[in-house]
């Protein structure tokens, strides 16, 4: 489908093109130097001890959950309103995601009241989600899980970027992870990045990252090593140096892509202001600096939502969902707790729609999807 005003789009131009041509002329492909810099330049950005470069960002929630020592009989606190590899992560290592609620209507994040609620002498971890850029509480949820003696890992996919009190998300709690995804405010096409300031865990990430060896390729190529040996079970999450050339370039963009995000966002929120309070728009009040990953709304109660996006994308405007709740799906509902009471996640999520936004969307392009907005909430209304 040709979109008029697409729901996200790339900031590419000769820079990636050149960065990436360099690479290929440089005859290393797999990770090595490129990678090593792009670490670098990424720690620095966020004010961690160490970034490590992965695959992609399921990759990096996986890693993240071994270095916590998740495994079977634990128990992670997660929010169900994410996407699902935010629980998958919790899975793969044996360990049970328990569910819990969002703040508010205002506020899509994980509620701490419901932290507190599901705290066992089993749980081991609490994984947060800082939806759509917009950070979690995270000077409280942090003050919880020291007194519990838990770990708290950062599924920051939304958030490059974003910071409260000027320290960057991802580095709130014991390990951040960022997603490089196509759709997200820096990207790779696949690819994701781990950080933190435990240099115990940044190891084992190492480590496992490659399968659990002790020296690289890399290491070999430049006749720093003969051999290796594996010292624990690892995997195949290696970015590569393609890609670390193309994170390089999207990093040095960030700050002013995710500056345009801001205002893009500003202008929508004053935009929908005549909706309001029947259109509910999150995030009015955030915490920190925002970097305005997605563009939320929630229509009115009993506005049918299919009906909704079909008028939009008849004008050309794609929109999208976020989230299903993660504890709904198949793999997940059967033998779920019965006693599940998410109510805010699944209300939030039936009445929720992604608004197009990305650095290039113009001004006059949240006008156009506003004034659509306004026409699809008249005509249904009057239905
Ligand atoms: C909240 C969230 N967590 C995790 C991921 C997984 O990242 P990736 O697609 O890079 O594996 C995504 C990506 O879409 C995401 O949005």
């Known amino acids: 489908m040709d979109w008029r005003i697409p729901l996200a789009d790339i900031d590419f131009d000769s820079r ?5 041509l360099e690479v290929l002329k440089s005859r290393w492909l797999t990770m090595g130097g490129v990678t090593q810099v792009f ?3 990424f720690a620095s950005y966020v004010g961690a001890r160490h970034a490590i470069a992965v695959t992609n960002g399921t990759a990096a929630l996986h890693l993240a959950c071994l270095a916590a020592g998740l495994g079977r009989g634990d128990e992670v606190i997660v929010p169900s309103l994410s996407f699902v590899a935010t629980a ?5 290592t044996g360990a049970v995601p328990i569910f819990v609620d969002i703040e508010s209507e205002q506020d899509l994040d994980i509620s701490l009241t419901s932290i507190e609620q599901k705290l066992t002498e ?3 971890a609490i994984m947060v989600m800082h939806y759509g850029g917009y950070a979690c509480d995270m000077p409280a949820i942090v003050t919880l899980a020291r007194a519990h003696g838990i770990k708290v890992i950062e599924d920051a996919a939304h958030a490059i970027g974003s910071d409260i009190d000027g320290r960057k998300l991802g580095v709130w709690g014991d390990i951040g992870c960022f997603s490089f995804f196509s759709n997200k405010n820096m990207t790779t096409g696949e690819g994701g990045m781990i950080v933190t300031n435990d240099d115990a865990a940044a190891d084992k990430m190492r480590t496992i990252r490659s399968h659990g060896m002790t020296t690289m390729s890399w290491d070999r190529h430049k006749g720093h090593a003969w051999s290796y040996d594996v010292v624990e079970l690892g995997y195949n999450y290696r970015i590569d140096e393609i ?3 193309l994170g390089r370039v999207q990093l040095s963009k960030l700050e002013q ?10 202008l929508y929120r004053e935009q929908l202001e005549e909706l309001v309070p ?8 955030p915490r920190g600096t925002s970097a305005c990953h997605l563009f939320p709304i929630l229509l009115p109660m009993g506005c049918d939502r299919i009906g909704f996006m079909e008028h939009l994308k008849s004008n050309g405007i794609q929109t999208s969902i976020h989230y299903p709740p993660i504890h709904k799906f198949l793999t997940y509902a059967e033998g779920s707790d019965a006693q599940l009471d998410l109510r805010l996640t699944e209300t939030v999520s039936s009445r929720e729609v992604t608004l197009p936004l990305f650095a290039a969307l113009t001004e006059e392009n949240v006008v156009d999807v506003v004034r659509s907005v306004q026409g699809a909430v008249q005509k249904l209304n009057s239905k």
């Open 122 to 124: 089993r749980t081991r």
């Open 257 to 266: 892509n995710n500056k345009k995000r801001r205002n893009l966002s500003v």
């Open 278 to 285: 029947s259109v509910v728009v999150p995030f009015n009040n």
């Open 39 to 41: 670490e670098q330049e």
């Open 243 to 245: 890609r670390a050339a």
């Open 88 to 92: 998958n992560a919790v899975r793969y």
């Open 16 to 20: 990636e093109e050149a960065a990436v």
